[in-house]
């Protein structure tokens, strides 16, 4: 389990209390380009924290199906402006992708050619997502969302890391259209 998922939920309970199933829907529609958002990962992420202290959960019934929302406490919110206050560590950005490129001299050519294509493809969709997440960002009024938090930097933030990713998808789309186009004309 990436440890990085603790600190993900931590952060969204901290901007509103959530079930399970909400928090898996929000990391699948905002952030499945950072990490899985399989129920799975989130329920045993969740198990751990309730465990460690940091989430408490209340359950409530909604008709026959009981919910169990989850709240971060001050143990959990500790927890996280310790994480959140850390540099960033360059050596954690990994591109496994890269070690298939790297061997893709033993690759018949037009395998090499359909799986280039295909990377192209997939980061487009990448780029399209993510630009559809920054025009609801963008639509976002902080006005209307909870009080007591300083909900203009928390969108700024959000922002920078939306941008980063379509700058990230948009060099890939042009790195390896250009290695496409090389690879065309001398197999």
Known sequence: LPISMEYLILGLLILSPMTGYELQQFIKKNLALICSHSAGSVQTALSKLEKEGKVTASETAEGKRRKKRFSITETGRASFSRWVAQP????????????????????????????????????????????????????????????????????????????????????????????????????
């Open 88 to 187: 960033m560590q360059a050596d954690r950005v990994k591109n496994m992708e890269l070690s298939r490129l790297f061997f893709a001299g033993l690759a018949q050519p037009e395998e090499r050619l359909a799986a280039i294509r295909d990377y192209i493809r997939q980061m487009e969709e990448t780029r399209g997502v993510l630009c559809a997440i920054q025009e609801y960002f963008q639509a976002t009024d902080p006005k209307a969302l909870p009080p007591d938090i300083d909900w203009p930097q928390v969108l700024r933030f959000q922002g920078y890391t939306i941008q980063y990713g379509i700058a990230a998808a948009e060099f890939e789309i042009g790195w390896y259209g250009r290695l496409l186009h090389e690879l065309e004309e001398q197999p």
